[in-house]
């Protein structure tokens, strides 16, 4: 494993851009078999338009492609506040390492099963190791 602690935020990038692919791969033939034609479409839609209209497990990818902008920008925050301050530990790369591995699960779980019990357990795991790596964060920041 590395002793880099933006490793798992580089990871967690470059799993966000794989569900980017995921979206477009599952949601462009779901228009075209809905007869949807990219280049007719009205000006300023948006992927929640398509709520509804496209079938929920292919809007699932979205949904989590959203959910790695979201709460993931705290993590990479949290990591280069720890990487600057000196507080590259085994401790907190074992933290942002466990952070990374529960969201690229969440990620699977959401896009293939998304029974939400599972679902929200992942989520709060995941939560629990971001909210220790920042409480880290602030005592290693305060010096």
């Known amino acids: 494993m590395s002793q880099s602690l933006l490793a798992p935020g580089a990871i967690l990038v470059l799993w966000t851009l794989v569900m980017a692919g995921w979206v477009a791969a599952t949601r462009l033939p779901a228009l075209k078999k809905m007869g949807v034609d990219l280049k007719t479409a009205p000006p300023g839609g948006r992927g929640a338009d398509l709520e509804g209209v496209l079938p929920p497990a292919v809007n699932w990818k979205s949904h989590n492609y959203t959910h790695l902008l979201e709460q993931p920008t705290i993590f990479y925050a949290t990591i ?64």
């Open 80 to 143: 280069i506040f720890l990487h600057l301050s000196g507080g590259n530990t085994g401790l907190t790369r074992g933290l942002a390492w466990a952070y990374v591995v529960i969201r690229i699960v969440h990620s699977l779980w959401q896009v293939t099963v998304n029974r939400i019990p599972v679902r929200f357990m992942l989520f709060l795991l995941s939560t629990l190791c971001l909210f220790v790596l920042a409480l880290l964060a602030v005592i290693a920041t305060l010096g």
